[in-house]
């Protein structure tokens, strides 16, 4: 799933200042974030702030996704044609969601949702858990990393789909990046902040038809990486826009990236789509259940980040 600013913003949930404006992004089917003022991945002095986190409670009464705006079954699959565009370049793209199977998390059935991009030649997949309840979307389980597993659970989307305020999808700061980005032997620090909200019911036209009672939901996510070896920290804001129709799920899907002189956008919309086992019940049964890990490349905030951040 599912964004860039100056030096002077402030962490949302800290009050602490900002670092230098620079970029990141992230695939919207994912994840703000701000580092602490704690230095590098060696850790830190600062105490974390209370998360403004909206956490995960499966289970429990909700008011459902009243027209099915986001059906998931096994079986179900989505394709998406669409552009990315990287300054002044732009390359076609060919998107396949599928719903393959499910597999444990913890004792919970989750959906596994996987997502294959073919772009420039190559294919990027991503894996994920999924679990819906009457509360609304949850990510169990992604990549099989540090900093992937530092991040579940968390909700994708909340129920009801409403025009209002946003929730706080995620707020960690602090977390082990996973990778020694500067080469002084310390791991880099990584902190991110979340906001998900319902924008408005919009008509959306794509290649599989006309919806004319799309959900709008828009996703911002901040990142901070900060290097050990010299305190310098980079910044990125990714802005992601989906829309839902009812019992048909994802129709178009756009992201922006902007940091360090440098654009990364997308563009996606349905050409085709296919209903799974129960159709557009939007709960799936008698699957097959995987485990193991889930496959995944990295999202191209994490990749740039990298490229940023590590040592010159």
């Not at 997949?125 to 530092?150: F, P, R, T, W």
């Not at 500067?182 to 979340?194: A, T």
């Not at 990236?257 to 086992?277: F, I, Q």
Request: glycine share 12%; hydrophobic share 40%; proline share 5%.
């Amino acid at each position: 799933m599912m964004q860039f600013h100056d030096a002077a913003k402030t962490n949302r949930s800290s009050g602490k200042v900002a670092r230098p404006r620079l970029l990141a992004a992230a695939t919207w089917a994912g994840t703000v974030l701000v580092l602490s003022a704690c230095g590098g991945g060696g850790g830190g002095d600062a105490a974390p702030a209370a998360s403004a986190q909206v956490p995960v409670t499966l289970g429990t009464a909700g008011p459902g996704d009243a027209q099915n705006h986001l059906p998931l079954a096994v079986g179900h699959s989505w394709q998406f044609e669409g552009t990315i565009t990287e300054g002044a370049n732009s390359s076609p793209t060919s998107t396949t969601v599928t719903i393959p199977s499910t597999r444990d998390v913890g004792g919970a059935t989750a959906l596994v949702l996987r997502e294959s991009v073919v772009a420039g030649g190559q294919t990027t997949v991503i894996e994920e858990a999924l679990v819906k309840d009457a509360n609304g979307v949850a990510v169990l389980a992604a990549a099989d990393d540090v900093l992937s597993k530092a991040l579940v659970p968390y909700w994708e989307l909340r129920f009801p789909l409403t025009a209002g305020a946003p929730f706080v999808q995620l707020d960690k700061t602090g977390l082990d990046f996973g990778e020694d980005l500067d080469g002084d032997g310390r791991n880099e620090l990584v902190s991110l902040y979340s906001s998900v909200q319902v924008v408005g019911v919009e008509s959306v036209t794509v290649p599989f038809g006309t919806f004319p009672t799309a959900v709008h939901v828009r996703r911002v996510l901040e990142l901070t990486v900060r290097r050990s070896s010299d305190g310098l920290a980079f910044d990125a804001t990714e802005t992601g826009d989906a829309w839902f129709a009812p019992s048909v799920g994802w129709v178009q899907r756009k992201s922006e990236l902007v940091g360090m002189g440098e654009k990364l956008s997308s563009l996606e919309r349905l050409t085709a789509y296919t209903p799974g086992s129960l159709g557009s019940a939007g709960a799936s049964q008698g699957a097959t259940s995987t485990t193991g890990s889930t496959l995944a490349t990295e999202p191209a905030w994490r990749r740039v980040l990298r490229a940023s951040a590590s040592a010159r």
